[in-house]
């Protein structure tokens, strides 16, 4: 059987957190790479794209890179990816147009200065850029990517990853919203053997009872999750963009409440090796 896999490069949200209380988990922010066949994919490029690239080597490498939306958070560690800058390297970057703007058009947008001093030109692999939109099915190889529409400010793309029968599904900045975006979140996640959702704050701190409120902030909690993933039959769940502020032992009593409802849960974990 052909071989599905992934590994968590970054996992905390908003910014990178490094320092003595993220050591277990991580610092970096959003990038996960997902192994599936012959083909490797790469889930957003924040400060996780770098040591995922140091790992990865100069090359040469072929890899599609596959943008859920364009927050900082989720495109910084472009420039610092060291692949990038081998000719021999193949890139195809897909990602949902913004107000108009393709892929490429956004991406270049935040290497411009005054906030960063090189262009998108001094990028030397080869680069495809091509737009996806919610709920398209996409072929690589023996794998099939599936995305959705997930409630976040400015919008953000979940996608589903399908080999063999086996099936990881990645639903990062999320909020619940009661309603259609939450059916549309289960039924994309039905079935799947790792469900890997946004929850980033506990339901005292969304509700403004610690802190301001956070709702409309676009992310969700361990009990939304929960009710995903049992909903939708689920085997395993994984809790993903970790608060920068909250260290591990917070983040694993956390895990440890949510066992509570679904034992099969766990925190998304920089360097993870998980074969499905």
């Not at 589903?160 to 994309?188: N, Q």
Request: with cysteine.
């Amino acid at each position: 059987m052909s071989r599905l896999a992934f590994r968590f490069w970054g996992v905390r949200g908003s910014l990178p957190s490094a320092g003595a209380k993220t050591v277990r988990y991580g610092g970096n922010t959003p990038c996960l790479e997902v192994r599936a066949g012959d083909e490797l994919f790469i889930v957003d490029m924040g400060s996780g794209l770098r040591p995922l690239g140091e790992a990865l080597g100069f090359g040469p490498h072929a890899a599609t890179v596959l943008m859920t939306h364009y927050h900082y958070d989720h495109v910084q560690g472009l420039p610092f990816f060291g692949p990038m800058y081998n000719p021999k390297n193949r890139f195809a970057i897909y990602g949902p147009p913004y107000e108009g703007k393709p892929v490429r058009e956004v991406l270049a947008g935040q290497m411009v200065r005054p906030y960063f001093p090189v262009g998108l030109e001094v990028i030397q692999a080869q680069l495809d850029f091509r737009d996806v939109l919610p709920e398209q099915t996409l072929k690589f190889g023996e794998a099939t990517v599936r995305t959705t529409a997930l409630n976040h400010p400015g919008g953000s793309l979940g996608y589903r990853f399908e080999l063999g029968g086996k099936a990881i599904c990645y639903c990062t900045d999320v909020e619940h919203d009661g309603g259609a975006g939450d059916a549309r979140v289960e039924a994309f996640a039905r079935g799947a053997d790792w469900f890997i959702i946004d929850a980033m704050y506990t339901p005292d701190e969304y509700l403004g009872k610690v802190g301001g409120s956070k709702r409309g902030f676009g992310h969700s909690t361990p009990e939304f999750a929960v009710k995903v993933a049992k909903s939708a039959g689920v085997k395993n769940l994984i809790l993903c963009h970790h608060d920068p502020s909250r260290g591990d032992d917070a983040l694993e009593a956390i895990v440890a409440n949510t066992r509570e409802e679904f034992p099969a849960t766990t925190a998304a974990r920089e360097l993870e090796l998980i074969e499905v």
